[in-house]
């Protein structure tokens, strides 16, 4: 009973904070001036221009301008990226909506039921027409309870929809804003996502719900979004974050049957050769063994490799005995102060499984491993707690 009250209490208070205002819109003072010159000026240009068609073409008999431009001017000047705002969603869906209007007005006499009725089938006809715009609700209903003529649906509906979208598309150029709104021409460099496609689609099926913004600018949204959490989880964290301190070393001179000892005993598969400075001149894997061992002639290869580290048997058989006769010395070094970010395209395509890190003199302060990089990426995309 207790829990059953406590999910009423809950629901109640979520219920009830939907009634307050939403967040201010993520749109900095700029853009509101900019909507807010855009609008006033859309709707003035339309109404002068639609006014001149009246007086010189219709004898000043018509109304010139109607009142449902003005959401549209909102959604064509505030929200340019908007699908419901687009050239064709305020043209054909004023239009089409005036349309069915006033033919209800016609059918039905009561105006009550024609606006009701005129709402309904102007949103069907605008789903149908790809053309779904807000305004287009109130234009159907306007039309029905005054009984316009259908002429209404052509002038001003109409007229006034292709001035303000032409007004709309000079004013948002001019301001930097593409519209009508289109992905970009070229396709650009875009963040690592861990979506595809293929989710992004089966998620909006999912939703079922009409979105006021655009498919492909919701997927630019989210892989930016994820982005910005990859940068502050991970891009920020250095190699010498992640690396393992103090690792232990080998000296040109030392014996392979030491060195081999050192990697059985610690249970790793690398050890950097540094000088006397400190300083890396390179790196003696397991894989430097197995080449010098003859890897690519399976028979024997225990006894070959048993061999290059015994050293009674290495000068019976001419095999190197010191690590610096086998090591690799082209190593890949990074500096400590780098980023973790960079390292990525090193294990992953570059084919590195170890990589030591220098500090500012150049000297081995660690090393860090592609389990060192796995551990790292997971503590930086795991959901927080």
Request: proline share 6%.
């Amino acid at each position: 009973m207790r829990r059953l009250l406590s999910r009423l209490r809950i629901s109640a208070e979520a219920w009830w904070l939907g009634l307050w205002p939403p967040a201010s819109p993520a749109v900095n003072a700029r853009e509101q001036w900019r909507a807010f010159f855009g609008a006033g000026g859309g709707i003035l240009v339309t109404a002068l221009l639609a006014r001149w068609l009246d007086t010189a073409m219709l004898a000043g008999g018509a109304a010139w301008i109607a009142a449902p431009l003005g959401a549209s001017a909102v959604l064509v000047f505030a929200v340019p990226a908007s699908p419901l705002a687009q050239p064709w969603s305020v043209v054909g869906g004023n239009a089409l909506s005036a349309l069915v209007g006033s033919v209800c007005a016609l059918l039905i006499p009561d105006p009550a039921v024609a606006g009701a009725v005129a709402v309904a089938l102007a949103i069907a006809v605008m789903f149908r027409a790809r053309c779904l715009h807000p305004p287009g609700g109130a234009a159907a209903l306007l039309t029905a309870l005054t009984g316009a003529k259908p002429e209404f649906a052509l002038f001003p509906m109409l007229t006034d929809s292709l001035l303000l979208v032409m007004a709309g598309m000079l004013y948002n150029e001019f301001t930097g804003r593409r519209y009508p709104h289109r992905g970009a021409a070229q396709p650009v460099a875009k963040p690592a996502s861990r979506f595809s496609s293929a989710d992004l689609d089966a998620a909006l099926a999912h939703y079922n719900q009409v979105l006021d913004v655009s498919r492909d600018d919701l997927e630019e949204i989210l892989e930016f979004a994820e982005a910005a959490a990859y940068e502050r989880n991970f891009g920020h964290l250095l190699c010498v974050d992640i690396m393992t301190r103090s690792p232990v070393t080998a000296r040109v001179s030392t014996p392979l049957e030491e060195a081999w000892r050192l990697m059985r005993e610690r249970r790793i598969k690398a050890l950097p050769v540094v000088d006397q400075s400190q300083r890396v001149v390179g790196i003696l894997t397991v894989a430097d063994f197995m080449r010098h061992a003859g890897l690519d002639q399976h028979e024997g290869v225990a006894e070959r490799l048993l061999a290059l580290v015994k050293r009674d048997a290495k000068a019976a058989l001419g095999m190197p005995d010191t690590v610096g006769r086998i090591m690799t010395r082209g190593v890949r070094v990074i500096s400590g102060d780098r980023r973790v970010a960079e390292l990525v395209p090193l294990f992953s395509e570059a084919g590195h499984h170890h990589i030591p890190v220098i500090d500012a003199d150049k000297q081995l302060v660690g090393i860090i491993t592609q389990s060192d990089l796995v551990k790292a990426l997971y503590q930086a995309t795991r959901p927080a707690d």
